[in-house]
Structure formats: C-alpha cells, structure tokens
C-alpha cells in the first residue's frame, strides 16, 4: 500500500463498504509497536465508545449520548484507501451502519419512503 | 436535453434561488435607512460567496468530499463537533426565519391565520422533499423564485437618482449613524455569504454525482449564477431607498417588501414579488434543512443524500424531518420572523470561519485535489475573504449589541 499520512489521510475519514455505502467514520486508531520497533496500524476504531479517548468533556458527553457501541474493524479488512477508507466486505459484516439498518423498517412504514 | 440547455436551466435555478430571507430582510432594510449608499457591500458579499462556493464544489466534484467531510478531517473531532454544533444552531435559526418567511407571504396571499400556515407550509415543504427528485425541486423553486425579477423591473420603472446610485457603489463610511450603518455592513455581508448555502451547494454537488469533469459546470453555476443572483439584491436596495426612505418606512414586516413593487406596478407587481418570496423562502427552507442534515450525517460517517430515498439514507431522513419539527417549534411561538433572520444572520458570521478554513485546506491539497489545486488567484481571493469573515466574525455581536440588532 501507497504511504499514508495515519492523521491527514485516515483518521476522522468516510468508511466505505464494498458497495460503496457509507457506514461511518474513523473515529480511532489502533496501533501497535514498542519502544524501538515499527509502529504498525492494526485495526480502525469506530463508534461513540471512542469518542471519549479524542476529546475531553465534549467527546464523553457526546460517546454517552451516542450510545457508547465500540466496533473494531481489522486493518486486513481494509482494501484501498482513497478519499475515504474502502472495506472489503458489507458493512453489517463488521456490525456497522446499524444504526440506518434499525431505523429503515420505521422509514418505511411511511409511504414513498422508497422513491 | 443539449448540455448548453441545461446549463442555462442550471443557471436560471440559481438566479432564482440565490435570495433568501435574510437577503430580503437586509436589503430592503438598508436601503430603507441609508439609501444607495451600503450598494457596494452588496459586490463584496457576492463574490465572497462566488470564491467559496466554487471552492467547494470544486472539492466536492475532484475529491468527493462534503464540506463536514472536510471540516471533520481537517479539525478533528472536538473542534469539529463545536464547529457542526454552532452550524447546526445557525442553520436551524435560518430555517425557522425561512419558514417564518414561506407562512408570511402564504397569509398576504391567502388571508388565512399564520400559525395554521406554519404547520401546512412544513407539511407541505415535507411532502415535497419526500415525493420530489433533488434536482425538479430545484427547478421547481428556482424557476418560482424568478418571479424576484420584478424587483429589478420596479427599480428601473421608479426612476432611482443614478447617480446616487452609483456614487453608493464606492466604498465609504457614512458620517452620522456610523455604528448602524456598520451593523448593515456585517448583515449584508452575512446575508450574501451564509454558510449554509456553501454546505447545500457542496454536498448537492456531489448528489449530482459531480467528477473533474464537472468542473465548468461548477464554475459557470457558481460565477453567472450567483452573479446574476446578486442584481436582485442590488434591485431590493435600490427599491428600498427609492420607496421606503422616501416615505420615512421601515419595513419590519416581510410584506412591506413586497409592497416595494406594488408603488411602481400596481396589483402584478405585488402579486409577482409575493409569490417570488414564497418560493425563493420555500427553495431557501429546503436548502438549509438538508444543510443541516447534511453537515450531522458528514460528520458521523452516516449514509445521506437525497438521491438515496429516504430508506436508502434513514438517519439522514430522521434528521430533516426532526429539523422540521424544531424550527416550526420556534416559530409556532410567534417570534418574528424578520427578528429571527437578523439574528440567524448576524450568528452565521460568527459561524463562518470555522467552515471557510478547511475548504480552503482542502482545496490546497495537491495529494486530493490533483491539478486542480488551488491556484494563485483561488488562494488570494481566498486568504482575503477568510480576513473580511474574521473581522465579520470579531465584529457581529458587538455590533449588534451596541446598536440593539438594527433598533436604533
């Protein structure tokens, strides 16, 4: 993989499933490596449970009121990165966008929903 | 349809669509109180909103990214959430004066009560977001908006002093009033430039699925356009002063604008600049309701856009319609819509930076924006606007505490 700047070009980016639907955003990084050894990205963070460790007050009271979920998303999984962060699989695979996945049953209850 | 037809459609929608409440409120008002001589703010704010616009539509074709894309990206998440929080409550103020604006006219129009208005005019507003395609709800609000045009007819039938008018389009500070004619600056400036139109005009580029090869289009939309859209602006001033000063009035009141056309043409001219408001403020609700939608679902990651039906993007859905339902709470309390758009104005300053900044990061990115980076003049024209709107932003509440918003 082309180099990446992990700040400019992948933290806080558009995760893409393999069908190009959006399914949230990179909230955090985990990375791993001591002391002396290469530092090597090995999972993308998602969901409000991450916000807390971003930002202070603002990011614990928005994690809580996001709901708090956690979703770790392996780094093998990811295919390309681009303008956003394209994944290899359906995001409920990896239990993402299930926030639209709950709500689209109620949507659809109203009529033309699907035009 | 022929790719020349279609620009000229394109561009007829944004004539159309380019004035909104605050630019009614503004222009008239200035005009009403300092005649011609605030004309050359007007020019300022147009191609303020002309450079950034393009900015982010250019972004918006090459690199795919939304203004909240951008902003999220760029800041980080703890400014970036200050910053989508201080939009969404500006956009959501904007829309309660808009919607305020669509239930005046309708109640000029029809005699029936304001609040029953408020409700059907969401209703209504709703329906036509659910049902309508993105770009025939476009057409259909920029095309009613062309109505505006009466405008400009009534300040060339009213035979303004020319001269005057164009002695106001030098740069000055009048002599006596000084803080309330700077007040009308930072307002006509605010009104010309507010974010939300830069928010709908990125994220809808990317709904037309813009690429690099779009960006003439992007360019011809934002430069005749909104350059068109800025002669009504400058017809509402002209009509402000030739009408209103000269009857010593101050139009508080939505309606009194459209009154602005009736001296010089009767019954058509009011009846035309009437349902020009209601569809330029209907147009305008629906921009920013998306706006806001837009900005909340950017910054989560969350799937959005119109050209998704509602079930392809239901968050995003949940959040205009819930949008809907808080500025019709705000109005329903029978606030003045005229109040609420200066206040929506002069707060979208404060706000503006905080959008401006990463657009204009982004668009110097050669790593996303390839060769179409920006160049010498984007970036000059950029980094000065980006110092107008800071000492827009430094200014906007002071003055308009110091001069009671507008009153004295």
């Known amino acids: 993989m082309a180099k990446i700047h992990l700040g400019r070009n992948l933290l806080d980016h558009q995760l893409l499933d393999v069908n190009g639907r959006r399914c949230g955003n990179v909230d955090d990084l985990a990375i791993e490596g001591g002391p002396g050894e290469t530092a090597e990205v090995t999972a993308i963070l998602v969901g409000p449970g991450y916000w807390p460790q971003r930002s202070g007050w603002v990011g614990r009271l928005a994690g809580r009121l996001g709901g708090s979920k956690r979703i770790r998303v392996p780094w093998a999984e990811v295919k390309r990165v681009r303008s956003g962060v394209e994944l290899r699989k359906e995001a409920p695979d990896y239990g993402l966008g299930s926030g639209d996945d709950r709500l689209r049953p109620l949507i659809e209850k109203i009529p033309g929903a699907d035009r | 349809m022929s790719k020349v037809f279609s620009l000229a459609l394109g561009i007829l929608a944004a004539i159309g669509g380019f004035v909104d409440i605050g630019d009614l409120v503004f222009n008239t008002a200035a005009g009403a109180t300092f005649g011609y001589q605030l004309m050359w703010v007007i020019p300022i704010g147009v191609v303020g909103i002309i450079v950034y616009s393009e900015m982010s539509g250019r972004v918006a074709a090459v690199s795919g990214k939304a203004v909240f894309d951008a902003v999220r990206e760029r800041t980080g998440f703890t400014v970036g959430l200050s910053a989508l929080l201080a939009s969404e409550v500006v956009n959501l103020l904007t829309l309660a004066a808009e919607i305020g604006g669509v239930a005046i006219a309708l109640q000029l129009l029809s005699g029936l009560p304001y609040r029953l208005l408020l409700v059907l005019a969401v209703a209504g507003l709703a329906v036509v977001i659910w049902t309508i395609k993105l770009d025939w709800i476009e057409r259909l609000f920029g095309y009613g908006g062309l109505c505006l045009v ?45 974010p939300y139109e830069v928010y709908f005009y990125s994220s809808g580029g990317i709904e037309d699925r813009w690429s690099a090869k779009d960006i003439g289009l992007n360019r011809a939309n934002a430069f005749v356009g909104y350059g068109l859209g800025g002669f009504l602006s400058l017809a509402l001033m002209i009509v402000g002063g030739a009408v209103f000063l000269r009857h010593g009035i101050n139009p508080e009141h939505l309606g009194t604008t459209a009154l602005g056309a009736e001296e010089p043409l009767g019954k058509i001219g009011l009846l035309l600049a009437l349902v020009g408001i209601l569809f330029a403020v209907g147009g305008a609700s629906i921009d920013t309701v998306f706006s806001g939608a837009y900005n909340v679902a950017q910054f989560f990651g969350w799937e959005w856009g119109r050209y998704r039906n509602p079930s392809g993007a239901p968050r995003f859905a949940l959040s205009w319609l819930v949008l809907f339902v808080l500025a019709l709470a705000i109005v329903m309390t029978g606030v003045d819509p005229v109040m609420l758009t200066e206040y929506a104005v002069i707060f979208s300053a404060v706000a503006l930076p905080l959008t401006y900044i990463p657009i204009l990061l982004v668009a110097n990115d050669p790593e996303y924006m390839g060769r179409f980076t920006n160049g010498r003049l984007a970036n000059t024209l950029g980094v000065v606007y980006l110092v107008v709107i800071m000492i827009i932003a430094t200014t906007a509440i002071p003055l308009m505490i110091l001069t009671n918003v507008g009153q004295n």
């Open chain 2, 150 to 194: 009466v405008f400009a007819v009534a300040a060339v039938k009213l035979e303004p002093d020319w001269g005057k008018v164009g002695n106001g389009f030098i740069p000055h500070i009048a002599q006596n009033n000084t803080l309330l004619y700077l007040y009308f600056v930072i307002g006509l400036l605010g009104a010309a430039m507010t």
